[in-house]
Nanobody, 120 residues
Framework: QVQLLESGGGLVQPGGSLRLSCAASGSIFRLNDMGWFRQAPGKQRDLVASITSGGRTNYADSVKGRFAISRDNAKNTVYLQMNSLKPEDTAVYYC??????????????WGQGTQVTVSS
């Protein structure tokens, strides 16, 4: 099993910044794509940003230029730096990772979620 532990959420004023972290642990043979999703009350869970093992990134249009995703492969950790936060960024943010636990077995795991609230 692969577990994802998120940290870094909280309450911030509009225009402020937060940094989320997500560390993967467990039976990891190979870690492929890692990403962040978010879900606001009454809405579906949407992709915010993703990053491949080689460092190629992808962002939702709504966060381009404000958020930056990065990863430390040695620590099996992905980060999300969020700048110029807006009230509409308020949501529960979930980390996701996929990869292999062996040559024959894959996984896709989710973190427990961390609340981000942008409000004055």
């Amino acid at each position: 099993q692969v577990q994802l532990l998120e940290s870094g959420g909280g309450l911030v004023q509009p225009g402020g910044s937060l940094r989320l972290s997500c560390a993967a642990s467990g039976s990891i043979f190979r870690l492929n794509d890692m990403g962040w999703f978010r879900q606001a009350p009454g809405k579906q869970r949407d992709l915010v940003a993703s990053i491949t093992s080689g460092g190629r990134t992808n962002y939702a249009d709504s966060v381009k230029g404000r958020f930056a995703i990065s990863r430390d492969n040695a620590k099996n950790t992905v980060y999300l730096q969020m700048n110029s936060l807006k009230p509409e960024d308020t949501a529960v943010y979930y980390c996701n990772a996929d990869g292999l636990t062996s040559w024959l077995s894959g996984f896709s795991s989710w973190g427990q979620g961390t609340q981000v609230t942008v409000s004055s």
